[in-house]
């Protein structure tokens, strides 16, 4: 049985700059004994932990050696058990492709209390960098997120084409650099246009960010011959990525 001082703050760190970190994350951070992070909550915002705090790394990034999840659940589950308060430290918002659902189920399972603490879900930050709101009456009147990437990294074989191909709605896609080539040519397939403004975030936030405003196409043949950066990007299509 675990003991009844040990918990688990799931903090969410936003776009990665520590000025867009909420006063609780900051709070959390400061009062850890642990700070299990992600590769994208490291660096400015991993500095808000107080000086007592064991940092560890578990970060997941496509192409490189990665914490198992399997791993990172005994991780939370053993030094909260051991009475210590367990900061899990994500990017972006937690509960937006952050595996956040099996390192909950891993704690109930263990009888471990635990608190989600909301971030700025990148999306939302790479829009405001951009200088564009995600919604307008009539010309994009549907917001929506989707991951580009399945288990294996590749294209997911089982989505909504026909909403994602929705010429009034803003789509938002995570983890897609290596496969919006593929999914662009899906988008088209099912009628988006393909002169649809389209943006890439790169490392938003961050001080080599870069926005780049082109079309779905044009977005798609980049990237093929590019290739996906090495740094943290989103991609953003519908009729308001177009403007400047």
């Excluded at 009456?137 to 929506?144: D, G, S, V, Y």
Aim: charged share 20%.
């Amino acid at each position: 049985m675990s003991d009844p001082n040990g918990m688990v703050s799931f903090v969410s760190s936003g776009p990665g700059d520590p000025e867009l970190l909420t006063l609780r994350a900051i709070r959390r951070l400061q009062d850890a004994d642990v700070v299990l992070f992600d590769d994208l909550a490291s660096g400015p915002v991993l500095d808000q932990a107080g000086p007592q705090a064991l940092r560890i790394a578990v970060g997941k990034r496509a192409g490189r050696p990665s914490a198992k999840q399997e791993h990172v659940n005994a991780l939370l589950v053993e030094h909260a058990s051991a009475g210590r308060h367990v900061v899990r430290l994500k990017s972006g918002d937690s509960g937006v492709f952050g595996r956040l659902e099996e390192e909950i189920t891993a704690l109930r399972a263990a009888g471990i209390p635990f608190e989600i603490v909301p971030g700025v879900p990148s999306a939302m930050a790479a829009a405001a960098m951009a200088g564009i709101p995600l919604t307008r009456r009539l010309t994009a009147r549907r917001l929506q997120f989707v991951t580009g990437a399945d288990v294996t990294g590749g294209l997911p074989g089982d989505q909504n084409w026909a909403a994602l191909a929705d010429p009034h709605a803003t789509t938002v896609v995570f983890m897609g650099q290596r496969t919006f080539p593929d999914m662009a040519a899906q988008l088209v397939a099912n009628g988006l246009p393909p002169d649809t403004p389209a943006l890439l975030a790169e490392a938003v936030g961050h001080p080599h960010q870069r926005l780049l405003r082109t079309t779905v196409t044009g977005l798609a043949a980049l990237l093929k011959a590019e290739g996906p950066s090495t740094h943290p990007a989103l991609i953003l299509y519908g009729p308001l990525a177009e403007m400047a």
